[in-house]
């Protein structure tokens, strides 16, 4: 069908391969949630319940219970998105569909998806997706910070959720406030103060499964292609992963992904940890930056930006 005219606001640090023409075949209903003031968090985002993987065609959705404001109720419009998948073959699928019934945890769709979803989470492995309510607003005016929650990934069933921001607005939307969602994306890996050295490396090691007790080394950041063993969202402690982990190693300079690379010690061998280089940014439509030289020696033992990575129409 045609697509009515109208506003989308999609912001997530987070996105990546986006496929620009996967709109489900069935609009929602424009201006469904009435006039608005949009401030703080207004999305409710749901994680799918058990294994969840998802084959194009199909009308059922079965989620675990919702975080945020507003259940899921028929006529609302979701938009289902894949954030991750370490085969690297679904990460960035999205598309929007409309609810024509809930019951429970299982939400009919009007019509079929036309992407491929999967969920799973194994030791060297990790596919993630979610699906997001989508206010529909006959008008409304940004006021104030309007910011969703920051992406995570649970520890234990690597489900995961948040990072973006998304409302439909049939008519006039007014920005007088402000749209933020800086440090809600991908997270970066969690310093680690180690004392050991590494027999045999090198500064330009490329991959390599650190020994954590004893790290000369930093980790990768977290990515469309996985997560690392430790990784920072804010806080003193870090969040802590034993699966869904890189499968060439989360340590060294190699970007994998969109992920920026871990910054080598200077002289992995002796240097005991001392000759501390820059990790490596992440990426988006633009590569990361490199992480900056180690200290003292000066050589190019810093991380490598994430992998640019090219929007999509398949």
């Known amino acids: 069908m045609i697509?009515?005219?109208?506003?989308?606001?999609?912001?997530?640090?987070s996105i990546v391969n986006i496929n620009y023409y996967a709109y489900a075949l069935t609009c929602g209903i424009p201006g469904k949630d009435g006039v608005a003031t949009v401030s703080g968090s207004v999305n409710t985002y749901y994680t799918p319940s058990g294994s969840g993987s998802l084959s194009s065609g199909t009308t059922v959705l079965n989620l675990s219970a919702g975080v945020g404001p507003t259940a899921l109720s028929t006529g609302d419009l979701v938009l289902v998105m894949q954030m991750q998948d370490s085969s690297?073959?679904?990460?960035?699928?999205?598309?929007?569909?409309?609810?024509?019934?809930?019951?429970?945890?299982?939400?009919n769709l009007a019509s079929g998806l036309i992407n491929s979803y999967a969920q799973s989470f194994g030791a060297s492995s990790l596919q993630t997706y979610q699906v997001i309510r989508v206010?529909?607003?006959?008008?409304?005016?940004?006021?104030?910070?309007?910011s969703p929650p920051?992406?995570?990934?649970?520890?234990?069933?690597?489900?995961g959720f948040g990072g973006v921001f998304v409302i439909d607005v049939a008519g006039t939307l007014t920005m007088s406030g402000t749209v933020n969602a800086s440090g809600r994306g991908f997270r970066g890996a969690?310093?680690?103060?180690?004392?050991?050295?590494?027999?045999?490396?090198?500064f330009t090691d490329a991959n390599y499964t650190p020994n954590l007790a004893a790290m000369n080394g930093a980790l990768k950041g977290e990515g469309t292609n996985g997560v690392s063993n430790q990784l920072?969202?804010?806080?003193i402690n870090p969040v802590v992963y034993t699966s869904g982990l890189y499968a060439v190693g989360t340590?060294?300079?190699?970007?994998?992904?969109?992920?920026?690379?871990?910054?080598?010690?200077?002289?992995?061998?002796?240097?005991?940890?001392?000759?501390?280089s820059g990790g490596g940014g992440g990426s988006n439509a633009g590569a990361g930056g490199r992480g900056g030289n180690s200290w003292s020696l000066d050589?190019?033992?810093?991380?490598?930006?994430?992998?640019?990575?090219?929007?999509s129409s398949t």
Not at 232 to 235: E, P, Q, R, V, Y
């Open 150 to 159: 920051a992406w995570t990934v649970n520890t234990a069933t690597g489900l």
């Open 251 to 276: 340590a060294g300079q190699a970007a994998n992904g969109n992920a920026g690379g871990g910054g080598n010690d200077g002289e992995p061998v002796a240097g005991i940890n001392q000759y501390n």
């Open 88 to 107: 690297g073959s679904l990460e960035g699928n999205f598309e929007y569909a409309q609810v024509a019934s809930v019951s429970g945890g299982t939400v």
């Open 232 to 235: 920072f969202d804010g806080t």
């Open 135 to 146: 206010p529909q607003y006959s008008s409304a005016t940004i006021s104030g910070t309007v």
């Open 299 to 311: 050589n190019s033992a810093g991380g490598f930006g994430g992998n640019a990575l090219v929007n």
């Open 190 to 202: 969690f310093g680690i103060n180690g004392s050991g050295n590494r027999a045999g490396g090198l």
């Open 3 to 13: 697509k009515l005219v109208k506003v989308f606001i999609l912001l997530a640090l």
